[in-house]
């Protein structure tokens, strides 16, 4: 058992309040808002940005990289419970499409984190 010599901080570090999900891509967690929803519409996969659409969901970062991680380990027909990988070619679409809005146009947001160096002096 374990003592505390104290009452516990009401300052702790509280989770981020909002529900959690995974990315089937990468398969981290994180809340919901940082992730898109995606269902399966007229038998294709469809960005489901309302949240809105009936039926099962999977979730997805709004990262390429992240959807190519779903395709290559057919995540989405796991994900979504149906028996044939589903044709991911108007989800990419629609995600490129999205990623260029939020990055504008000629602007790569990709590398960012990697330019970021402290002096070490």
Same mark, same amino acid.
């Given at each position: 058992?374990v003592?505390?010599?104290?009452?516990?901080?009401?300052?702790?570090?509280? %989770? =981020?309040?909002?529900? *959690?999900?995974?990315? /089937?891509?990468?398969?981290? @967690?994180?809340?919901s !808002? #940082?992730?898109? @929803? *995606? /269902?399966?519409? &007229?038998?294709?996969?469809?960005? &489901?940005l309302?949240?809105?659409? $009936?039926?099962?969901?999977?979730? /997805?970062h %709004?990262?390429?990289?992240?959807?190519?991680? =779903? #395709?290559?380990?057919? +995540?989405? +027909?796991?994900?979504?419970? /149906? $028996?044939?990988?589903?044709?991911?070619? !108007?989800?990419? +679409?629609q995600?490129? +499409?999205? *990623?260029? @809005?939020?990055?504008?146009?000629?602007?790569? @947001?990709?590398?960012? &984190?990697?330019?970021?160096? *402290? &002096?070490?002096?």
């Amino acid at each position: 058992m374990v003592r505390r010599s104290g009452p516990a901080p009401s300052h702790a570090s509280a %989770p =981020a309040s909002g529900p *959690v999900r995974t990315c /089937v891509g990468c398969r981290t @967690r994180a809340l919901s !808002g #940082e992730l898109l @929803r *995606v /269902v399966i519409s &007229d038998g294709e996969l469809a960005l &489901d940005l309302r949240r809105s659409l $009936p039926g099962r969901g999977a979730w /997805v970062h %709004p990262d390429l990289g992240c959807l190519s991680k =779903a #395709e290559r380990r057919r +995540a989405f +027909a796991r994900a979504l419970r /149906v $028996p044939e990988p589903p044709d991911t070619g !108007g989800l990419r +679409a629609q995600l490129e +499409a999205l *990623v260029h @809005r939020t990055t504008g146009t000629g602007s790569s @947001r990709t590398g960012l &984190d990697e330019r970021k160096q *402290v &002096d070490p002096s």
